[in-house]
């Protein structure tokens, strides 16, 4: 079995990844790290999981790590991955990282859009970007991943083959739809219950942070650039984000043109499933999966392209994509432990 | 008091004008008709409303409308409504029509988006559309009216002062998010509890009926062709619809400058208010209102206009905005009988 | 028009008392406090109040409330409010305490309950506890008024015609299903939307603050003491509770017998209907009304009573009946701008 | 791999199988059948299965069970079922039958509570009632089982324990709140969204089907008459039960003694776990799993004591279990595909 870490294991995510792993028949959680909740058993932040973890939270101990761990997943908030990741970086294991930090090539673009100063600017440029599909082999060879955001996962995976066949011919528009969780475990008054429920509410307009990412996504993949406008609502549903994505075509292109290059790009791929003509994908399809939906459709006289795509935020767009990337990095197959349908109903 | 006859009474928006007319100082509702339900008890239906109607829906009569009321509002649906419009005109009383029968002044249009021939094509051009911001002095001398349908109407409020002021300079996406409410009181497996919650679902994006209606109200506005791109999705509430239009502006220009366009043309309205910076509407904040919640922003770089509007589908969506009509119809006060505030949490 | 304080607005029965006094034709907000909030928009908290409030609240000043108030209400949390109680008792000024403070006729049985010393011990006993339709009499001739919690007031709705009757014959058990904005406005672990939705969790089973207040509410009315088990529990909606309560009955009884007399019980009332044979109260039923909706029924061969109410916690379960009461203090009628029917859908 | 066959596949129960048995390492779904969808893709009605069922639905044809199967899940509705048992009992297949048709030992039973002949009254007898928990050895060696309704497995689970230990000494109330995915996949007034949403409502109270298997399986356990009132509420959200049990004890009984009695009980199960002072079960902890949560408390000074339980009502309360019992009745780890922990948030 691969013993892995979890530093940062009380979010959301962290507890994905347990819930995940408990799942895996090669790799196991040998240590939670919480510096918060230390000593307190995991059973009693997450009971869904007590008989599964009886154990408690760890502080952070680099050592424990080092000699506990053979694989390490940080599931810390941005700008405090940064401050661990040399020191982990260090020990020579296998990283998957699920902040923002590394996320950027550049570290520049990150004190940008993130408004402080970057702690290991050397690593930036160093992690390879896990968006699985796309970049399965760097992946694969890689000792250090930056797990992308939930919004960049879904709007990246409906937006690439686009990208790729060169239909993006003017600004492309991301209406993101995404359930509360990912605004993480922290309870504040825009999750509050009885505000969030009932309720749909845009957010972040001019400048939500997975902007850039979807954008420089896009134009490494395009290799010119890209203009992107995104738009995150909150609507009132805990788990999974659907991106309605509106891409201006060059020429007027028939949708099962666009729908067979969609398929061939995705020709093979467990985990990512372009839909039939007339269907729709929708975030329940997918709840509790490592699954992506997408469907393409052609409107506005054959010069608009649009593009749905579904994923669940804490599985394929955090925590099943990060031990999807684990799996490359460590030579087992990509889904293991990730092979499970839907939640439905 | 002015004696209201609501025929197709049984729906959701049947049972909101019951709702809101039991408010209203100077209407009240004489007969109300629901063929499948001739009968039984309005409480039996809608138990919130049992003690305002302690009646029995009857069967649709037009003498008793004839004799009974001074003002009716039709609440059947698109197909059923334009069979009883031709008695009821004759009647020589105001009337309200909540469907899309007249909504259209060519009934080739109607034919073509609702594929049925128009039972009633003379009376196509004949009504006032009711987006009653915008028609009110037309709406005060009409006759009979055409109440807007709920997605045109939050959408047209958003983008009539932004086509009036000439910013519209290419295709206009409309994404549109919608409580379960607009369906209608049917149950159906779209609408059944397991599969609509937790779940966001787009549909019919190439081809809703009401994107035309949201073209032409536009068209008449900006006075030459506007392309439309509308996408609807079910989200998991039960009121509300929020639009998030994405309008391509021709030259760089700024938020504030846009948002005191907006100011300006709704200055002096009691129902609708455009939001200062920094605030996004929420359809929470109007549920149950008659009220309309606006705001703009600018991003792309200064070339993309985005604007956010809520409104509670039932209420400005049909309901409300349909008293609001026969209000101005009957002389009164435009906001006698909607003076509430949403309801909230 | 009556000028009404709301000393300690921003909480959820502060924006309700807001709302339903903003459709008051007799009494209307003059100052509304809120110590943490002072200097803020009351719309900015508040969006759905914005157009009626266009004001700040105020931080709770004495004399502000003397001379720009004629009425009171007190929606400060327990504990706080007994702080402001003595001053405001000496305004003579009609007051309505929505806190649990003055519940209690014995403070000891307050420190009891809230463990910590009353601060006004000489007020606890010169309140009247205002259910309403038991206590109308009382409250009308009263200047100070302890409104009942949200759990009691339904609670004893449905169990007082029940011990008037004798019908008690054993320890009666209430299962209380609450709305989420029951806990307050304050975000909390257990109201975050992740945590929440798609769950129902029961709490405080055998302890709840809820509970002496329903027994002695009950003792008072029988004459003798009454065993009363208490289960809250929360479920996924924002507003309502449902109880259902589990009398057992001495003799056999039918259940036309004791409809009968709770029908009796509630003749002529506005705002309690208790439902026909095969009818059930729904919370939806009564949503954003002052109305409560009760049935009964009998199981158990005939040896248990099932008495099931459904209320709007924040309505009748708070401001609602906050209003109710300060109409008749002030000699208005009863059910003054409080006569709307629920919002359903 | 041992071949399964699911009869009646279209429903929530016959989805939920074809979930959990994707996930079986050693059982698969070869014959999937509903007569109403035959031919349709399983994708179709369930995108969540489609990647792993890219199959049809078939017609139900007994050869096709008889030689494509080496064991059947019977997920017809009530009353359907029984008409196809005689011919499967024919074929010495192992077989679970959801539906509630060989729940009763005596037909009359049956015929009492759902109101119709027994088409098989010569099997009601000899299915063996499928709880594990608590008939696991008769499980393991029968050919035929009833599996529990999804009310009286949560239920049972929580009161057998106090039966067996002689607690009960009274009247035992059974208060279960259920998620909406518990009437089924058929869309109906109750289920639609609008109505279902904001909203908890009661019904059946004096008489659901499934208050009979609740007694019968008390009475098996204690010997002797127990008498039980039921009441069901629907509350908004697609999975999940809590039963909360109000048993009347004998003599005052301190809740440390009742919950060790528990915790001896259900010493070394996988999927029970009884909490520890203080903590409470909530339907979320185990949705997705096959795990029972219960919590045990005393009140009303000593006499009462309060059990609470939590299913997910589609895996531990039907297919779950299900393949539970299928797993003892081959041979197999009775825990084998069901090893997952609940999916939150």
Redesign the interface.
């Known amino acids: 079995m691969i013993r892995a870490g979890i530093v940062g294991a009380s979010g959301?995510t962290g507890?994905e990844l347990?819930?995940i792993l408990?799942?895996h028949p090669e790799m196991e959680v040998t240590v939670a790290t919480a510096n918060r909740y230390q000593g307190e058993c995991i059973g009693?932040l997450?009971?869904?999981?007590?008989?599964?973890y009886p154990g408690v939270f760890k502080a952070y101990e680099p050592e424990a790590i080092d000699e506990g761990c053979d694989v390490v997943f940080l599931g810390l908030p941005h700008g405090e991955s940064m401050k661990a990741l040399p020191e982990l970086a260090s020990m020579e294991k296998k990283v998957v990282d699920l902040s923002a930090d590394l996320r950027f090539d550049d570290p520049d673009e990150y004190e940008r859009w993130y408004g402080e100063e970057h702690a290991c600017p050397g690593l930036s440029g160093k992690a390879v970007y896990g968006l699985t599909e796309v970049y399965r082999d760097r992946v694969a060879a890689a000792g250090l991943v930056a797990n992308p955001g939930c919004y960049p996962t879904g709007a990246l995976l409906g937006l690439i083959p686009a990208a790729e066949a060169g239909y993006i011919a003017g600004?492309v528009?991301v209406?993101a739809?995404s359930?509360?969780?990912g605004a993480g475990?922290?309870?504040?008054?825009a999750?509050?219950?009885?505000?969030?429920?009932?309720?749909?509410?845009?957010?972040a307009?001019?400048?939500h942070r997975h902007m850039p990412e979807i954008t420089s996504g896009l134009e490494k993949v395009s290799g010119k650039p890209v203009?992107?406008?995104f738009?995150p609502?909150l609507?009132?549903?805990?788990?999974?984000i659907?991106c309605?994505m509106?891409v201006?075509l060059g020429t007027s292109t028939g949708a099962g043109e666009i729908r067979d290059s969609y398929q061939e790009f995705y020709r093979g791929e467990?985990f990512v499933?372009v839909l039939e003509e007339g269907?729709?994908?929708?975030?329940?399809?997918?709840?509790?999966?490592n699954?992506c939906?997408i469907a393409v459709?052609?409107?506005?006289?054959g010069?608009?392209l649009?593009v749905?795509s579904?994923i669940d935020n804490l599985v394929k767009g955090a925590s099943g994509q990060a031990v999807q990337n684990m799996n490359l990095m460590c030579g087992l197959p990509e889904w293991m432990g990730l092979?499970?349908?839907?939640?439905?109903?």
């Open positions: 959301y507890a347990m819930r408990s799942l009693a997450y009971p869904s999981l007590d008989r599964f600004t528009v209406d739809k359930g509360i969780s475990r922290k309870a504040t008054p999750t509050h219950f009885p505000q969030a429920s009932e309720n749909v509410a845009p957010y307009v001019s400048g203009a992107i406008v738009a609502h609507v009132p549903m805990s788990r999974g659907l309605t509106y201006p467990r499933r269907a729709y994908p929708q975030t329940k399809a997918v709840q509790g999966s699954n939906h459709e052609v409107t506005g006289e010069r608009m649009v749905m579904a092979e499970s349908p839907g939640l439905f109903p």
